[in-house]
């Protein structure tokens, strides 16, 4: 009875470089969130997806930061040519359908990103 | 423009006394408020939400205050435990917006033994 699962739990990459941000959401779970939390701030929603659908991206930036939720494997938040103001905590969150009370969105550990 | 503010950075508290954890907003049209805790290392865990047509919630040593008016929330835990010692989120959601949650930046609340 595994949890939303994310990897990897620290990725650090260099200016320019790409970032591939995983997350595996609970078994049964077809919603996916991705938030991000700068240091000393709260998280910011990027991004709701469902299998094979972006619901509402109005959150992530609109240059390099792609998602994808593919129909089979992990979703995926993709960071191309990453700056050093990309680095901060990427979480994800998985309900089973659309969450319209918060207590059904269950968190992954996060993956912190670290650019040089 | 910080519409969900959590103004403590963090709250020391004696194991077995009340913590009171506050919390504000600026936006109106926010009509349900959450609380989450995080353990380092570990995702935000949902721990006891109100909507706005209350003005308490109560599970257990949680309850949650809800002041309209003054446009604040206060969390109290009592008694005080020392798996209490995380960090606690304050989240808000507005009726037209309710899968996208703004949080504020999180209260370390540190429970001494």
């Known amino acids: 009875n595994a949890g939303v699962m994310q990897n990897p739990r620290h990725l650090v990459r260099r200016r320019g470089q790409e970032a591939r941000l995983r997350c595996s959401p609970m078994k049964g779970h077809s919603h996916v969130y991705w938030y991000r939390q700068l240091p000393e701030e709260g998280l910011k929603f990027m991004v709701y997806?469902?299998?094979?659908?972006?619901?509402?991206e109005s959150g992530m930036p609109k240059e390099r930061f792609s998602a994808e939720f593919p129909k089979e494997g992990p979703s995926i938040l993709r960071i191309q040519q990453v700056v050093r103001g990309d680095s901060a905590a990427y979480f994800c969150?998985?309900?089973?359908?659309?969450?319209?009370?918060?207590?059904?969105?269950?968190f992954g550990p996060g993956t912190r990103l670290t650019v040089l | 423009d910080q519409q969900v503010k959590q103004n403590s950075p963090s709250l020391s508290v004696q194991e077995g006394r009340i913590s009171i954890l506050n919390c504000d907003y600026t936006n109106s049209m926010f009509d349900y408020f959450l609380w989450y805790k995080k353990y380092p290392a570990e995702g935000p865990t949902f721990l006891i939400s109100i909507s706005s047509i209350k003005d308490k919630n109560e599970d257990g040593r949680f309850t949650v205050f809800l002041n309209k008016s003054a446009k604040h929330l206060s969390l109290h835990i009592v008694p005080s435990q020392p798996g209490d010692s995380a960090v606690y989120f304050c989240?808000?959601?507005?009726?037209?917006?309710?899968?996208?949650?703004?949080w504020g930046a999180g209260t370390k609340l540190i429970i001494k033994p």
């Open positions: 969150a998985s309900s089973p359908s659309f969450a319209r009370t918060y207590n059904e969105q269950f």
């Open positions: 989240a808000a959601s507005a009726e037209d917006s309710n899968y996208q949650l703004i």
């Open positions: 997806l469902q299998k094979e659908n972006i619901i509402d």
